[in-house]
């Protein structure tokens, strides 16, 4: 089946650190990959995705590489800041699903200045 | 180009009433999904709707059931409501024609049972 996980958090970090976030997945067929992010009291919003292996997506400085040997999709920023505190959620859909969406449980991150 | 959107964005019910969620689409897509996500964890699939029909279905009782009119907007009904069904209900939409299509989501509606 299909099934995504993530680090459990919160993950706290000062303001302009490293952030890695790690998300593994278990897929049949051929999965896109995806980072949402979630805001408090509001929708999820697309962070960046990828479509096939060694695809890279990137998007505001966050970037993620689609590892099919290693069955990871681990999200890196080289500084953060305290605006990118949030819940982040990795998540896989398949064609064979009707690009159905599985969701990891998210990780909730908070920068301190 | 408005995104999707949600209502109502707050609600709460007591034990045993019906619920009544509404969603419209992205401009342009077809294709909406509902998902449920308890607080502290990530969205569960509840069902698909494609071509006003039923598409596909997550592990969620018969109390849950929806509806998609011809201009793809959908609705989410839920029956005899439970405790346990106080969750933030996400809409989410995407256009069929593409393969791998990435889905937008709504804001949710948050949705008290007491």
């Known amino acids: 089946g299909n099934s995504v996980t993530q680090m459990e958090g919160p993950v706290t970090l000062s303001e302009e650190a490293f952030l890695t976030i790690n998300c593994t997945y278990t897929?049949?067929?051929?999965?896109?990959l995806f980072w949402y992010v979630q805001y408090p009291g509001e929708g999820l919003q697309l962070l960046l995705k990828?479509?096939?292996?060694?695809d890279k997506g990137s998007n505001k400085g966050f970037e993620a590489t689609y590892r099919k040997e290693t069955t990871s999709f681990h999200l890196e920023k080289g500084s953060v800041q305290v605006s990118d505190s949030a819940v982040y959620f990795c998540a896989l859909s398949t064609p064979r699903n009707f690009n159905k969406f599985y969701f990891g449980s998210g990780t909730k991150l908070n920068v301190k200045p | 180009d408005a995104g999707v959107t949600q209502s109502p964005t707050h609600l709460i019910k007591t034990r045993g009433q019906q619920v009544t969620l509404r969603c419209s689409p992205k401009?342009?897509?077809?294709?909406v999904s509902w998902y449920q996500q308890a607080l502290g964890q990530g969205p569960q699939f509840i069902f698909q709707y494609y071509e006003e029909e039923e598409r596909q279905r997550g592990n969620f009782p018969d109390r849950f059931s929806g509806h998609q009119f011809p201009n793809y907007s959908s609705e989410l009904n839920v029956n005899a409501l439970l405790l346990g069904d106080s969750a933030l209900y996400l809409c989410?939409?995407?256009?069929?024609?593409?393969?791998?299509?990435?889905?937008?989501f709504g804001p949710g509606t948050r949705l008290l049972v007491l």
């Open positions: 989410a939409s995407s256009f069929s024609g593409r393969y791998q299509e990435t889905q937008y």
């Open positions: 990828a479509t096939k292996a060694d």
């Open positions: 897929a049949t067929g051929y999965p896109s």
């Open positions: 401009s342009g897509h077809d294709t």
